[in-house]
């Protein structure tokens, strides 16, 4: 019999299989299968590869903005390109290229994508420990500006065409390879410009991208997460308008005050639960694996009783702040400004809104919810300037491409998957909204990283070597697995 051990923190709950942790990192799982000559692949020499290359492409300065994504392009076109695989370049600007490769199947089935973005967000350099661009390995660690966002997913899916090719793999589909630009604010040069202008060249059923993880507590796999949909950002503004005077004279107008009591309306208002078919899954897979006095909220959350629902929502808002994020559109102030001198009452304040919208909400609907909210004539409510991805329905959990990601989760992770929606956004959807059945995956992170200040977009951002090569096993599963040929008796 299994026992659970439940460890609480970041406001969710991870659970460890006692005795069951999946192996150690470096173990890879299962083995994969041998190539068309009955070589099986050498893990040890393919893991050594797996972080050459990553350290390479780490080592180059690809911060957005900034626009500087060749280099990285330029040298993983150049190892596809030795390899004898077909590789095409695109770019809308010259210093901004994105890369596709293709691995030609015998075209019974349709092509299946793997992909990450090359660029990465900016750095003050003084923070850093370790200098971000040199991918320094210090105690089992990758440090640097990437390391899991995103080009351990880029590195990854390199290994996959690599292993692939070498092996000579007969393959049902063909396995298409996007290294995008500019997915850290300039979608324009990336995957819009992929999908408006090149799309033919990169056209699937299905695909693999950022966006889910393994978790780790405190060394030990405990469940894992893949991204089948994801919340859509808006940005929404309050502008208050008032009457300009003398701060020593105090204004029933105040466009300071009357757009502090809007903005304060949204601390006690939320819109209301409504779950999906991922966050149904979600929640109902994770109450069956987590303990008592956890699992309760889970299975509330989706009993449809709308006392019970309430009360999982209360517990969750206090206490795991995501999982109550994961249950609407949801709302949170961001920037206040007004006012120019401690004497001067402003005629103009404005607040902006980070709103992240379920797939299917109706935004001008949802717009005319927030004006009743903020029930104030002075203060204006209207969309902010941002780039806007579409909303598009989920992926499904019954298809191919999740069975696949779920058996080799068990047999690399030896755990638990969990369908996921994402709070944050991620280029798939612009796949999605094409028809593309797309799955977030990630390597295994320890949930102590993050609150210590080792996660995505910190100044420490650092991967674990072992858990690096791991994941580029388990995507090869994974692929191998949708793309390989079958013989006539085996089936998916």
Known sequence: MLRYRCVIGLGIVALALVGCSGGSAGSGGGSAAAGADGKPIDWAVADSETVRHFQAIMRMDTRDPGGGEKPAADYLASVLRSEGIEVQTFALEPGRPNVVARIRGNGSKRPILVMGHTDVVSVDTSKWLHAPFAAVRDSGWIYGRGAVDDKDNVAASLMVML?????????????????????????????????????????????????????????AVTVSTVATTEKIPRAITLTARGISGHGSVPLESNAVVQLSAAVARFASWHPPVRLNETTREYFTRLA????????????????????????????????????????????????????????????????????????????????????????????????????VRP??????????????????????????????????ATDMAYLRDKGMECYGIGP??????????????????????????RFARF???????????RGPTERP
């Open 163 to 219: 292993l692939l090719k070498r092996q000579g793999v007969a393959l049902d589909r063909d396995v298409i390879f996007l290294a995008e630009s500019g997915e850290e604010g300039a979608t324009h040069v990336g995957i819009q410009y992929m999908v408006e202008q090149h799309f033919p060249e990169i056209d699937a059923e299905y695909c693999l991208a950022e966006g889910g993880r393994v978790s780790r507590v405190g060394g």
């Open 288 to 387: 069956r694996i987590s303990p008592p006095e956890r699992a309760r909220y889970y299975r509330d959350v989706v009993s449809g009783d709308p006392r019970r629902v309430a009360m999982a929502d209360e517990h969750f808002f206090r206490n795991e702040p995501r999982h109550a994020s994961m249950l609407r559109t949801s709302i949170s102030p961001t920037i206040v400004q007004g006012g120019y001198r401690v004497n001067v009452i402003p005629s103009e304040a404005t607040a902006t809104l980070d709103v992240r919208m379920l797939p299917d909400e109706d935004p001008t609907a949802f717009l005319e919810v927030i004006r009743r909210t903020v029930n104030n004539p002075a203060i204006e409510v209207a969309y902010g300037q941002r780039a």
């Open 391 to 424: 909303g598009t329905p989920a992926a499904s959990l019954a298809s191919e491409a999740f069975r696949a990601v779920e058996a080799a989760t068990t047999s690399v992770y030896n755990t638990t998957t969990l369908p996921t929606m994402l709070t944050g």
């Open 444 to 469: 295994a992170v320890d949930e102590e990283d993050v609150p210590r200040g080792y996660g995505a977009h910190s100044d420490q951002e650092r991967i674990l070597e072992a858990e690096l090569t």
């Open 475 to 485: 995507q090869y599963e994974v692929v191998r697995a949708l793309a390989g040929a």
